[in-house]
């Protein structure tokens, strides 16, 4: 008898030399980037993983920086609820971030932390991806909520034709719609109404949760769409809302919520991965 | 066209769900720990992962209370060299942590934090399983660092029927010993000179570096041993060490560094898994 059979066995690619990604959140359950990010890793064939990591709302200002402190952790992602708390932890924002004052992406560079609001990014990558002109459309924006203001951020970059933001709390419109003035001062945008007619547009984007888990739900008043208009929403569950079905019956170009992660997780891990 | 082939796919077994554990040390990209002991979570069905988390010597002891705060995160196992100041960070030690006032794996229960020492552990696991009954033996232990003391304790621990423990650090063997006496009152147990003849005991424990990555070092100035003895080396690299040639030519029962892992994992899972 020798020791031979209590030599364990490994499992396949975790180890010592494994880089550390983690994705923080409250709650973390539910995420979906420690399988479509770390997937991403193995393609490339980097030794990295996506954990999730669980910090508490009242315990993270004082833990996120002891976090950002693991020696072999080279990167973070942030959920919901704190784009906005992880912000003033870096060193450097990106240009969507210097506009939104959130983060999604955290990269450990040499010279310090760098974040980078991906949110929007995803959403404009579908579009260009599915044929849109983001250039020259008139854009009509749903919601103006953290992922609406950064979708809205992102389609501003891209200089549209005009962008006008819809939300049934007109001040959070308005205040996107400010937002977006002030870093692009030469675009037409504004806030309007929910009553604005969607023909009168080029591209609508649902960025409401309206439609999320309730596949009757709208977030537009209306029955029927012309069929020249791009019609997207960002809700991926279910993955065809009420809207899409809509604009699927009308013969529109329909661009899914599910659309966004593909171009979004390979941005991200470029992001994560530069030094 | 549809969005599908956008849906990135994900990789096995990690997931918003999976719990995390971690080995911490400095350095870090010399463990096993990952591997072997997820290999026993797989090998469990228990949706867990064992990170390699390195936390550098002079951040220790601010960054350690907030890693075990990290809300999913549910263990720790401890390597060099931390294994002394971790201990203070628990709220109860276990039985063989008690004495040594070192741990190497801790849980996190409903009351608190448990740390407990393992390292001998798996040494008396491995003696039993080779059929040496170290409860009527007399012992000759070399070495009495951080691990000659845990195994120390392990082996006190089954009431041998003596102990000696030798080092070329005299002091540090007295040490060992005086903290086995006040452990064990009744125990035979003394601090011993490398010059004792092995022949005189039942069973030989290298628990020195002595021979590790060096295969002509040998931890006794002898160069045979009766065949009566029950060897042990628990050096690991390499697996056949200069001491465990002698033994196995004198056809002693020898036994490897190796044997000391897989009941160790094992235990470790268990003391992990404990709520």
Chains 1, 2 share one sequence.
Not at 28 to 51: C, M, N, W, Y
């Amino acid at each position: 008898m020798t020791g031979d059979q209590f030599a364990p066995q490994s499992v396949d690619y975790i180890s010592g030399k494994t880089r550390l990604f983690a994705i923080v959140g409250d709650p973390i359950a539910q995420v979906r980037s420690p399988e479509f990010v770390t997937h991403e890793f193995v393609k490339r064939g980097i030794d990295a993983i996506v954990l999730p990591m669980h910090l508490t709302v009242d315990r993270f200002d004082d833990l996120f920086p002891a976090v950002m402190a693991i020696e072999n952790l080279d990167g973070l992602i942030i959920t919901v609820p704190f784009k906005k708390r992880a912000a003033p932890f870096m060193r450097r924002l990106g240009p969507q971030a210097q506009i939104t004052r959130t983060v999604s992406v955290l990269s450990k560079r040499r010279d310090g932390w760098i974040g980078e609001m991906f949110d929007g990014l995803g959403c404009v990558a579908a579009l260009r991806r599915r044929g849109v002109q983001v250039a020259s459309a008139r854009i009509m924006l749903l919601g103006a909520g953290g992922a609406g203001a950064a979708i809205a951020v992102a389609l501003a970059s891209q200089r549209p034709k005009s962008l006008r933001i819809v939300d049934p709390d007109v001040s959070r419109a308005a205040a996107a719609a400010h937002m977006i003035a002030q870093a692009f001062p030469e675009l037409d945008v504004a806030a309007a109404a929910a009553s604005l007619d969607p023909d009168l547009f080029d591209v609508l984007i649902n960025a409401s949760p309206v439609g999320m888990l309730d596949s009757d739900a709208c977030p537009l008043p209306i029955d029927r769409i012309s069929p020249h208009l791009a019609v997207m929403d960002i809700v991926m569950m279910p993955d065809e809302t009420r809207l899409l079905r809509m604009a699927t019956a009308a013969g529109c170009n329909v661009i899914y919520g599910r659309e966004m992660l593909g171009s979004q997780v390979s941005a991200v891990v470029d992001f994560l991965t530069t030094k």
